[in-house]
C-alpha cells in the first residue's frame, strides 16, 4: 500500500514523541501517540485502482454521495462527502485539458453541509476532454484546512490521475453539462478513480 509523503512525516513525528514520552513516563502514556501515528498512515494511504475506460466519469475523491442536483439549468452537481477514514488523494474526473485553476477563500463549516459548495474554501477545477468540459472543487471542510493541487493550468492529465488531496474530513463537487447522464445517487459510496459517476450520452 502507498502512503502520500505527507503521512509518513506525520507518523514519524508522532513516534518520536513517543519514543520520549515512554522515556520519561512509561510506554503506557506514549500509546495516544502511537496510535496517532497508526491513524495518519491510514489516512495518508494511496492505494492504486483500475480505471474503467469509455466515454464515463469517474469519482474524484472517496466518500458517499451526499447530493445529485441541478446546480444551474445547464449543470447537474454531484457531491461526495469524504470522512476521516476515507482516502484522501484526489482524482481528475475526465481525461483531458485543464483549461482553469481558482482558488477562492471562503469559510469553514461541516463539509456535509449544503452551504459548503458556495461558502467554504475551495480549489475550482475546469478539464475539457473530448467535447466536453467539466468542474470540479476540491472543497474545505471544518477540519480539513489544506487542499493540495499538483497541476497547473495548460496540463493534460489522464481520467483518474491523481491531482492532489485534502487533509481530514472534506467534500468534492463534480458538475456536469447535459451531456453527461448521472450514473449515481445520494446516500451511494464511491471509490476514487473506479467508481463510474456518470456516463457520456452523445457516446454510446
Not at 444551474?72 to 485553476?101: A, E, M, Q, Y
Request: with cysteine; proline share 5%.
Amino acid at each position: 500500500m502507498k502512503i502520500v509523503s505527507t503521512g509518513i512525516y506525520y507518523a514519524l513525528a508522532f513516534l518520536a514523541g513517543a519514543g520520549v514520552v515512554a522515556w520519561l513516563a512509561g510506554p503506557w502514556f506514549a500509546a495516544p501517540l502511537v496510535l496517532l501515528a497508526v491513524f495518519c498512515l491510514n489516512f495518508f494511504r494511496d492505494p492504486d485502482r483500475e480505471i474503467p475506460a469509455g466515454p464515463v466519469a469517474v469519482a474524484p475523491a472517496d466518500g458517499k454521495v451526499l447530493a445529485v442536483q441541478p446546480e444551474t439549468p445547464t449543470r447537474t452537481r454531484v457531491s461526495i462527502f469524504l470522512n476521516v477514514f476515507d482516502v484522501h488523494v484526489n482524482r481528475t474526473p475526465i481525461g483531458g485539458r485543464i483549461d482553469k485553476v481558482e482558488y477562492k477563500r471562503g469559510r469553514f463549516l461541516v463539509a456535509s453541509k449544503e452551504a459548503c459548495s458556495t461558502d467554504n474554501e475551495q480549489n475550482v477545477v475546469t478539464v475539457t476532454g473530448d467535447g466536453s468540459t467539466i468542474v470540479f472543487k476540491q472543497i474545505a471542510g471544518l477540519i480539513a484546512r489544506r487542499i493540495i493541487f499538483t497541476k497547473h493550468p495548460g496540463d493534460t492529465v489522464a481520467a483518474g490521475e491523481r491531482i492532489g488531496l485534502m487533509r481530514f474530513g472534506s467534500r468534492m463537487d463534480v458538475l456536469f453539462g447535459p451531456e453527461w447522464e448521472i450514473s449515481v445517487r445520494a446516500g451511494e459510496r464511491v471509490a476514487a478513480g473506479s467508481s463510474i459517476i456518470a456516463r457520456r450520452l452523445d457516446r454510446r
